[in-house]
């Protein structure tokens, strides 16, 4: 089993740094805090095909990836350059235990117990404050670019391993100190994967899904606690 990592740092920081940039703004007088939110949740990945496989016909191994609610952990950061408007930046990490196929005993089921798909959802965004700024209660909604990269347990399906796309964040929460709020987002991620070759599907009789590009909106649901500086 190898480990296939989608890594383009050039292609990061051509698409990110204009917006990251906008951190390094000073604050207004009248602005809210440096914040930093740690984030725990689900991703839920619709996709109907799988993006990774393992598969040795010698160890009795055939498995892919299927879909399912991957445990996803997340970390941001963001400033309030006014009373109405921020940006923030951070990275999600999904990962999905879910696979179908079949193996042999036991390297099979060890393979498989250690099988993931995996994806790396970098952004950053402008955000609104909706709420006002000393509000208890809070919501906020963003939207800027993201990058995904993906990776995980075999060889990939995907005609590339990173993609390009956006972001559009809804968040809400409630303050539970001067400096502590509890916190829910809702993002979801827009974006298109490239498949290298068609997938017949899992049962005889299925459709055919053609190779090529394939647009994906996946949401990820992610609860957990912000902390802001004075």
């Known amino acids: 089993m190898s480990i296939r990592l989608a890594c383009t740092p050039h292609r990061f920081w051509f698409h990110f740094a204009p917006s990251l940039v906008l951190l390094a703004v000073p604050l207004s007088r009248?602005?809210?805090?440096v914040e930093v939110s740690l984030q725990g949740g689900v991703h839920a990945a619709?996709?109907?095909?799988p993006e990774r496989t393992v598969i040795d016909a010698g160890a009795g191994i055939a498995i892919e990836g299927t879909n399912g609610e991957a445990t996803t952990f997340g970390l941001r950061l963001g400033k309030w350059l006014s009373d109405r408007w921020g940006v923030?930046?951070?990275v999600a990490l999904s990962r999905n235990r879910s696979w179908q196929g079949s193996g042999s005993i036991p390297n099979g089921l060890r393979i498989?117990?250690?099988f993931q798909t995996q994806t790396l959802f970098p952004s950053a965004t402008l955000r609104a404050r909706i709420t006002a700024p000393n509000s208890r209660w809070r919501l906020v909604v963003g939207a800027g670019p993201a990058?995904?990269?993906?990776r995980g347990s075999g060889n990939s399906l995907l005609a590339r391993n990173t993609d390009l796309g956006g972001l559009v964040d809804v968040g809400g929460g409630v303050r539970l100190s001067s400096r502590l709020a509890f916190t829910?987002?809702?993002?979801?991620y827009l974006f298109s994967s490239s498949f290298a070759e068609p997938y017949p599907g899992q049962f005889v009789g299925d459709p055919i899904q053609?190779?090529?590009s394939h647009f994906r909106h996946e949401f990820v649901i992610l609860a957990g606690v912000a902390w802001r500086t004075n």
Do not use: T, Y
Not at 184 to 188: F, G, I, P
């Open 46 to 49: 619709e996709l109907g095909r």
């Open 147 to 150: 990058l995904i990269f993906h």
């Open 88 to 90: 923030d930046g951070g």
């Open 112 to 114: 498989a117990s250690d």
């Open 210 to 212: 053609p190779a090529g």
């Open 184 to 188: 829910v987002n809702v993002h979801q």
């Open 30 to 33: 009248g602005a809210a805090q």
